[in-house]
Every structure is written in structure tokens, then in C-alpha cells.
């Protein structure tokens, strides 16, 4: 996100070697995107609701400018048990938001209703309309049938669930969903999260693949009033269409509002085995791409279209 003149780069990381566990939320800030310095921790395991991690989550900007986190916790020591937690600045005057604090009302969300607790994660960054906050979190319905819920609230705090799911698909658990508007007449800029559907703005949704470990989309309509989303191709949850055809996971987008463009951040997961990483000291790097447009190419056909940047290469 961007805040009072600085990025605001927000990843997974282990600080006790270079393999997956010890989860917290590392912190680095940068002026451009491109030079890059590392703060403090800025999300770790610190109360009950997230005592055995702090997993992936999305930054908000709310209407009276206060940053805002939304991020997974797990809470038992013998399952995966997943609710979601939300952090605040402690000091909002600090441009570079070195501490966070986190209200005695986590958890805020928890896997109600039949959910599966296990596979339910990653709330994205949350858009406004009508009066109420809406966000995704990610979650497997049955045994193969990712789903995206909505969540929505007034207040940011207190959030409920909408009784049908934004969308699913018979692919596997969806991890780190994320919708946002494009634009479909070539223009270059990208649009605010809370921009909604109309004749010239399409929404893409994408999904992380748990099973194929790869990132897909599809690009529809969503309906803010019956809290749907419909791809424009009927099969395009079967198509599998893909960011990058290389390593790259579990990727974010957030709207530059500088430069007024979207930016497409991913992990690129090296095929380093597991002792190669440990004795090189680190492992996988962040990559982004500039989302462009949903340009109108012939009247039977689209394309979704973005452009990679080697602007930051961040160790995790």
C-alpha cells in the first residue's frame, strides 16, 4: 500500500532460517518501488488468536485515511485452525507505520457456518459501497471446490457473512483470492478497489491453486448487489488461465494511487531444493508486474494484458 509518501511492502517470512514455518509479516518501505529498506517485524505471534502464526492476509486504506491489516491466524497448537485478525497503527503520524497494535476483539471472523476451519484464509483488501466494506477470504467447500466468501461490515469490525458465496469452482482450495476493476477500453490506468462493475469496467478474480501451486483468472462482472461474480466465459474456471507460466504464487495486487496504476506483486518460488536454500540463507524472491487494461481486441475475443517489472527482488 501506499501511505504518506512511502510504499508499504508487507511478505511472509521466516526470521529463524530459509524454509516455511516461524511465520510472521515482515516489513519493507520504499520511495520508488524499486530501493527498498527493511523495518521491524511488523505482525508476530502475540495473542491468542494468532499464537501459533500469522499467516497471509491484505492492507486496507479506510475512508478517513487509517491504514488497516487483515491477516490469518492460527490459534490451536494440534490443527491448522484459521481465523482472521486485524491490526491497526499504533501511531498514524508515523509515515513509515513501524508498529501495529491489535484490538482485544480478535478474532473478528471465524469460520462459522459449516466452513471448513483448516481452509479458510487470506482476506483480501476490502472495497467500499453502498455504505458497507466488502472482502474475500479464501476457502475448500467439500473435498475439491474452492469458494471465495464475502464478508461485509460498517464499521470494519464487525463482519458478516454473505449467505451464498461470491464464486467456486471445482479446482481445489483457493488460496489468496483477489478482485479488482479493469477497465475495457485500453486505457492505461488502473482503478481504485472500489470501483464496481458498469458497461466500461470488468473485474478480474483470481485464485491461487493450492493443489497446482499456480495462479489463474478469469474476468467477469460483479454484482454488488446480489454479491456475485460471473465470468464472461462460462468455462473459464476450467480453462485455467495464468499470470505466468513460471514460479509465481500467491500473488496481490494494490492500486497506486500516485501514478494511478494497479501493480501485480507474486512469489517466485525457486526449484532450489530445501538444503541448497538453507546454505545459501535464503530462499524465493517478490517480482511485479503493471496491470494495463482489459483491452477489446476483435468483438469475439479479449485479453487481459500487463507488463513485467524486475522492480523489487526481496528475500524471504
Known amino acids: 500500500m501506499y501511505y504518506k509518501g512511502w510504499y508499504h511492502f508487507f511478505y511472509q517470512y521466516n526470521p529463524k532460517g530459509a524454509v516455511w514455518g516461524n511465520i510472521v509479516w515482515a516489513h519493507s518501505v520504499s520511495r520508488d ?73 480478535n478474532p473478528i471472523i471465524v469460520p462459522e457456518g459449516g466452513i471448513n476451519a483448516t481452509q479458510f484464509r487470506d482476506p483480501t483488501t476490502a472495497w467500499y459501497a453502498d455504505g458497507h466494506w466488502r472482502l474475500l477470504i479464501g476457502a475448500l467447500s467439500g473435498a475439491s471446490r474452492g469458494v471465495a466468501y464475502v464478508y461485509r ?17 471445482p479446482t481445489g482450495m483457493w488460496e489468496c483470492p483477489d478482485l479488482y476493476p479493469v477497465t475495457v477500453d485500453g486505457r492505461q490506468n488502473g482503478l481504485d478497489t472500489s470501483v464496481t462493475s458498469s458497461p466500461r469496467v470488468k473485474h478480474v478474480l483470481k485464485n491461487s491453486l493450492d493443489l497446482r501451486r499456480y495462479d489463474y483468472y478469469t474476468v467477469g462482472t460483479y454484482n454488488r448487489k446480489t454479491e456475485r461474480y460471473v465470468p464472461d466465459n462460462p468455462a473459464g474456471d476450467e480453462h485455467h488461465l495464468r499470470y505466468d507460466y513460471g514460479n509465481f504464487y500467491a500473488s496481490k495486487t494494490f492500486y497506486d494511487p500516485i501514478k494511478r496504476r494497479r501493480i501485480l506483486w507474486g512469489w517466485a518460488n525457486e526449484s532450489d531444493t530445501a538444503v541448497d536454500d538453507v546454505a545459501k540463507g535464503w530462499a524465493g524472491i517478490q517480482v511485479a508486474n503493471h496491470i494495463i487494461s482489459y483491452a477489446g481486441v476483435r468483438s469475439n475475443q479479449k485479453t487481459f494484458m500487463c507488463t513485467m517489472h524486475a522492480w523489487s527482488q526481496l528475500s524471504v
Open 33 to 105: 518501488l524499486i530501493n527498498w529498506v527493511a523495518l521491524e517485524t511488523a505482525i508476530q505471534p502475540s495473542i491468542k488468536s494468532d499464537k501459533y502464526g500469522c499467516w497471509s492476509g491484505s492492507a486496507t486504506i479506510l475512508r478517513d485515511g487509517t491504514p488497516v491489516i487483515m491477516y490469518t491466524g492460527i490459534d490451536r497448537a494440534d490443527i491448522n485452525y484459521e481465523v482472521q485478525n486485524i491490526a491497526f497503527p499504533k501511531n498514524k503520524s508515523d509515515p513509515l507505520l513501524r508498529e501495529w497494535v491489535k484490538p482485544r476483539s
Open 153 to 169: 461490515s460498517r464499521d470494519f469490525m464487525r463482519w458478516t457473512r454473505v449467505r451464498k458465496p461470491l464464486h467456486s469452482a
